[in-house]
């Protein structure tokens, strides 16, 4: 019996030997669909090789008296040869005058505040406890939601709300406008050697502090900017604000030709502390932290050897015609007339439909063909012959390289790390700038891409996105391409830090 049965698991063993394998289980899908991606985005190319072989080896075999006469042909029809000369000259001036301007990305600096400023979070409970405004159940709120929240031990507070009783003064606010915007811009000017005078275009973002005369009024005094500069200064358009500043200053280089753009993009913490206990509006106190960053644009062509980005697409979105999504975040008073910032419960539902009419305008731009046939295979599959297929989510990591997602919150990064489909090294810039500095409102993304840079992942060719999102309610996406082999920058806020990260998190708390 046993050799019987010996034979019989031989049979069993060559019949197997004989049968292809399981492709599905010995061969990874995501290699099959990258190979589909390379065809699709190669086709035309592919296409094309066989089409130029084919003409040159026909004009290999022409004789040369049918190229002579072919030329004498030509030599007598002067006037139709001038007159596609002159058409093809035609076009091309219209083209090289009405083609867009290309915006190049300099450099970029981060405010990184002084080490006293520091706020530990043993010391904002206790100051939080000491200052005498929020009862118990308003303290146990900021506890948890300082655990839960992504933050470390190592974030900023403005000097204001270190002393005892706090000093939310004007005069308050001001020095600490001064403080980020000259520091993020004094690093700027050092690290390119441009003379301030040169700016040309000016962008101030800051949503929740706009005195007078304005933030952009205080750098043009600072610095002694030229008379003429073109300057605007953007306030209540929340945490995307930022992206909307790289848009307009787009917008501005498309005018004014030969131009440097200066952005600056920050928040004001002094003033807009929340001293009430209403637990929606609790939760900005204990998430904005002191942060801004200064960008400098040029759409100057000497100026592509030595800058870091070129930009590609901006795309904005907003949704305040809504009226939930208006109000989602909205500064108001409480019942005892204290201001604040109320976050909505609605919040992550109203930013997840935001970022799907984002992505859905911004992924014909920036999706490779391959991504966009097979959406669009399953939407046809779906609507027209109803099938029962699951809508089919687009790879932007085809698309690319980085992801710049605004820190606004873990609950914020965890929810485009899943919707997306990314990876945790994908989302490691955002979770560690929100470790590291807190969410910092509209410079955040910046914080961002110097993490990246800082890591020396930035290479030539890598696309990046920025998104962030803001009260109104809007979703904005920036993409930019490197233009080089980018190197980390001495003036980073990651300088002396970066070889601490990335450190682990695991449920808001650091491990």
């Not at 984002?358 to 599959?381: D, K, R």
């Not at 992801?403 to 945790?424: M, T, W, Y």
Request: with cysteine; hydrophobic share 40%.
């Amino acid at each position: 019996m046993g050799s019987v049965g010996g034979a019989g698991d031989d049979r069993k063993l060559q019949a197997q030997s004989r049968r292809l394998p399981d492709f599905l289980q010995s061969v990874n899908l995501k290699y099959v669909k990258l190979g589909y991606h390379y065809l699709i985005t190669h086709l035309i190319t592919l296409l094309l090789i066989p089409l130029i072989v084919v003409i040159l080896l026909e004009a290999a075999r022409t004789d040369p008296d049918e190229m002579r006469q072919l030329w004498l042909h030509l030599q007598y029809n002067l006037v139709s040869v001038l007159a596609f000369s002159g058409i093809l000259v035609f076009a091309c001036t219209v083209y090289i005058m009405t083609r867009p301007r290309a915006v190049y990305l300099i450099d970029f600096a981060c405010y990184r505040p002084e080490p006293h400023l520091k706020a530990p979070f043993s010391a904002f409970m206790e100051h939080s406890r000491l200052c005498g405004q929020f009862n118990d159940s308003a303290l146990d709120f900021q506890r948890k939601i300082l655990e839960r929240s992504g933050l470390g031990e190592e974030t900023y507070f403005p000097e204001a709300l270190h002393q005892l009783p706090p000093n939310p003064s004007m005069a308050a606010a001001r020095a600490e406008a001064e403080q980020v915007m000259f520091g993020a811009l004094d690093s700027l000017f050092r690290s390119t050697g441009i003379n301030p005078k040169d700016i040309g275009i000016l962008v101030v973002n800051c949503s929740l502090f706009n005195p007078t005369p304005s933030l952009s009024a205080m750098i043009v005094n600072k610095y002694k900017l030229r008379g003429n500069i073109t300057s605007f200064n953007l306030g209540g358009m929340g945490c995307s604000a930022g992206v909307i500043a790289i848009d307009l200053a787009r917008d501005l280089l498309q005018v004014h030709g030969s131009s440097y753009a200066v952005v600056v993009s920050t928040e004001n913490i002094t003033q807009n502390w929340y001293f009430g206990n209403r637990k929606s509006m609790l939760i900005p106190n204990c998430l904005f932290r002191v942060g801004c960053a200064a960008v400098l644009l040029s759409n100057r062509r000497s100026d592509r050897r030595r800058a870091k980005y070129r930009l590609i697409h901006v795309v904005r979105t907003h949704r305040g015609a809504d009226d939930n999504a208006f109000r989602c975040v909205y500064q108001e008073q409480d019942d005892e007339g204290k201001v604040g910032v109320s976050l909505s419960k609605d919040l992550m539902a109203i930013a997840g439909g935001a970022l799907k009419t984002n992505i859905t305008t911004l992924g014909p731009l920036v999706l490779p063909i391959s991504e966009q046939l097979l959406f669009f295979a399953t939407l046809v599959a779906k609507k027209i012959f109803n099938a029962k297929v699951k809508p089919y989510i687009p790879d932007f990591k085809l698309a690319f390289d980085h992801f710049c997602i605004h820190a606004g919150g873990r609950a914020v990064i965890d929810e485009l790390e899943k919707n997306l489909q990314l990876s945790p090294v994908h989302v490691e810039a955002s979770r560690m700038t929100l470790h590291r500095f807190g969410n910092t409102s509209s410079s955040s993304i910046w914080y961002e891409l110097a993490y990246i840079e800082a890591k020396g992942r930035m290479r030539r060719g890598h696309r990046i996105w920025q998104i962030a999102f803001g009260s109104g309610f809007k979703c904005n996406s920036a993409v930019w391409e490197a233009l080089s082999n980018v190197k980390a920058a001495s003036h980073s806020p990651w300088a002396d830090c970066i070889n601490l990260y990335p450190v682990q998190v695991v449920d808001g708390h650091t491990a």
